[in-house]
């Protein structure tokens, strides 16, 4: 079972237009019985059985773009095993071609020695290198059990209501993105913005759009500490020695706690 | 009563720059280290009695005794595949004080013997690996990573490593086969990393927020640091609390404190007018605890005692506007994905108990359904390579176990409106043998 995509032009992300059920997300009851689909990416292809097994690709026969190779060799020389190289190399082509495509795969696998085949076992394994084509923009929302307690899947919902006319977006629900403290959140080209409102769905790709950092007051970046013991040595030094309270006032109030007392 | 150790100065500007970092005392334990003998240092750590902060818990300075001596390829592996749902403590501490991470490195491996390091780093955190790359290249630029490191005898190589997305990559030997650049499949156990790890070589791995404290341990002295918190959990540990709590975030808690404290007193509780139904206080494979819990003490073996563990410190309140089905179908939902499907009972058994949870909301479960669930968590756990299956299976077999009476409430209420019937009307098996009367005798 692979997590919801929503393609252009697609209301529905794919897993549940194959009848995968929704109920507890307050939409259909019934269980399809045998509906259920493979884990495995690719289950539903079909494979050329009558076709020889590609071999490591012929280095005279394949052309690979100088800049390619220089960093996948670059990326090999880093570790003890060159195979270590696999993921850095496979985001690069996803980098140069915008997903891991026939190609791409042909050309790494040409540079590192290795066969296509072991190189697309590990791109299907890894949710972030893609085997099929998608939009140039990213957005992951996270759906995991902190945000969805502060309603991550009706931003969801309306995440791909407003990406539905954008060809270059493509809208997933993720795994915990990390970021529970901004929830709910999303991670839009790997900028981590949150806690996000319904609104914030339009604006995500207005900004998008607009080639402009996306939601920027909501960026973590930016956020702060929200541990009230934290910072107090910075507090006292910003305050001369004069009043560390001053500096993070309500945030230490009835707390006992000896650095606060100068 | 707080006592700051990786939070000091965690929003200081500029922290994760050099100049600033060294500012603020770093790389001083470092440097004090390299003159202490490798056996003192190791000392220091065994002394100050820290678990791993990852999940497992499992004593850092025991395991880096683990480790063959001899010279011989050792590895170091900085566990940065932060995944666990709830869990963003690293990410803080990555990207606001990446040296601090890189200092607790060179002198945990300087303590083992160990000459090449790598992090691995999960692939959405995009912008804390910009920050470590840089901060990797100052500290080469500085000489603190490097050959013969401020002209002692140590030396090392740290590279970043990024994930791309693979919870099981989190679980310490699928993270090593990740890292040899294959699927992230665990790996049968023993042999453990830190006899045969990454490139069949002696591997010591550890969690980001365990080598950042390294450095403090140094700086004090591991005795000193084995008096904070309790005696079996020492030190200081960051929570991550979310979900549905006023101030969620990263608190620097001293291990023991009441987890009401926590809670309530550093993250204000649910909202106003709400009580806490259940949480997770160690990330989401923790077993629940609910509302009558809160007053448990939070450090590794007082929650072990109650039933449930501190694993990751991710503390996941869940209040009672929240149903429990939903919370449980989606923990399962989240696994069922994750699972690597090296192991039937996990593969199998992620994938069922979404199934059941989707019965009972359509209507067509039994409380017997009930049962079958429970007894499919206790087949998974302890019966695959790693803990992910377990990892479903605690919070979902305790929920049920918990909360049966509302499971049940709500397969009842799920019927009713699918129209199937109430099971008022079904005679049970037991029942209508009873009532057939006595077999006819031949």
């Not at chain 1, 692979?2 to 507890?24: D, I, T």
């Not at chain 1, 050309?107 to 085949?117: K, N, S």
């Not at chain 2, 199998?348 to 199934?355: A, I, L, Q, R, S």
Request: hydrophobic residues 35%; contains cysteine; glycine residues 10%.
């Amino acid at each position: 079972m692979s997590f919801g995509r929503a393609k252009p032009g697609q209301a529905r992300p794919e897993v549940e237009q194959r009848g995968q059920h929704a109920g507890l997300d307050g939409r259909s009851t019934s269980v399809p019985r045998f509906g259920h689909g493979s884990r495995v990416p690719g289950w539903d292809e079909a494979a050329d059985l009558t076709k020889d097994p590609a071999v490591i690709p012929d280095p005279a026969l394949t052309p690979v773009p100088g800049g390619l190779r220089a960093d996948v060799e670059a990326a090999m020389a880093r570790y003890p095993d060159r195979r270590s190289a696999t993921i850095p190399a496979l985001y690069r082509a996803q980098e140069e071609y915008g997903w891991c495509s026939p190609e791409a795969i042909e050309q790494v696998a040409c540079v590192m020695r290795l066969t296509p085949a072991y190189l697309i076992s590990v791109a299907t394994f890894y949710d972030m290198l893609e085997t099929h084509p998608k939009p140039r923009n990213d957005v992951f929302v996270c759906t995991n059990i902190s945000c969805s307690l502060r309603g991550a899947d009706e931003f969801y919902e309306a995440m791909i209501a407003a990406a539905t006319e954008d060809p270059d977006v493509s809208v997933r629900s993720f795994e915990c993105l990390g970021a529970c403290d901004i929830a709910p959140m999303a991670s839009v080209n790997g900028e981590y913005v949150g806690p996000l409102e319904l609104e914030d769905a339009g604006r995500i790709i207005e900004d998008l759009r607009a080639g402009r950092p996306v939601l920027e007051a909501k960026q973590l970046r930016h956020r702060r500490s929200v541990d009230p013991g934290a910072n107090l040595q910075a507090a006292r030094s910003a305050a001369g020695q004069a009043r560390p309270e001053a500096e993070l006032p309500d945030q230490n109030a009835g707390r006992d706690d000896p650095r606060s007392t100068p | 009563m707080t006592q700051n150790i990786l939070f000091r100065d965690i929003d200081e500007p500029g922290l994760n720059t050099l100049a600033v970092y060294e500012r603020r005392g770093g790389y001083e334990a470092m440097r004090r280290a390299l003159t202490m003998s490798r056996e003192d240092v190791l000392g220091g750590l065994l002394a100050s009695h820290i678990r791993g902060r990852g999940g497992a818990g499992f004593e850092m300075g025991k395991k880096i005794s683990f480790l063959p001596r001899g010279d011989m390829d050792k590895y170091l592996v900085c566990n940065a595949d932060e995944s666990e749902p709830g869990t963003f403590k690293d990410r803080e501490l990555m990207q606001k004080c990446p040296h601090m991470l890189i200092e607790g490195i060179v002198i945990a491996a300087y303590a083992g013997g160990i000459a090449t390091s790598f992090i691995y780093i999960r692939g959405e955190y995009d912008h804390q690996a910009d920050i470590l790359d840089a901060a990797i290249a100052e500290a080469y630029a500085a000489g603190y990573l490097g050959e013969r490191i401020l002209g002692s005898d140590h030396s090392l190589s740290l590279v970043l490593h990024r994930g791309a997305g693979a919870y099981i990559c989190g679980e310490e030997t699928g993270l090593l086969d990740s890292l040899e650049g294959k699927r992230g499949n665990p790996r049968l156990k023993p042999p453990f990393p830190a006899i045969q790890g990454l490139y069949q070589g002696p591997t010591l791995i550890n969690n980001v927020e365990t080598l950042s404290t390294v450095p403090a341990i140094v700086r004090m002295g591991g005795s000193e640091y084995a008096a904070i918190g309790t005696e079996t959990s020492t030190g200081t540990k960051l929570v991550s609390v979310s979900g549905d709590v006023q101030r969620p975030g990263n608190y620097e808690i001293t291990l023991g404190i009441s987890s009401r404290e926590i809670i309530y007193g550093l993250a204000g509780g649910p909202a106003e007018g709400r009580e806490v139904k259940l949480w997770f206080p160690g990330g989401s494979s923790s077993p629940v605890l609910t509302g009558d819990d809160l007053d448990v003490a939070y450090d590794f073996d007082s929650l072990a005692k109650a039933g449930t563990m501190l694993g990751s410190g991710a503390i996941i309140v869940v209040d009672d506007t929240h149903r429990v089905i939903d919370v449980a179908y989606k923990l399962a939902k989240f696994y069922a994905h994750e699972s690597c499907g090296k192991c039937v009972p996990c593969r199998e058994g992620t994938n069922w108990t979404v199934k059941m949870l989707q019965r009972i909301d359509s209507g067509e479960a039994t409380p017997m359904d009930l049962d079958i669930m429970a007894s499919v968590q206790e087949e998974i756990i302890g019966n695959c390579l790693c803990v992910l299956g377990d990892a479903m299976a605690m919070p979902v077999g305790s929920i049920i176990k918990k909360f049966r009476a509302e499971l049940e409430e709500h397969i009842e209420a799920a019927r009713d409106r699918a129209g199937i019937g109430s099971l008022e009307n079904v005679i049970p098996v037991g029942v209508a043998d009873e009532h057939a009367g006595p077999l006819p005798v031949h």
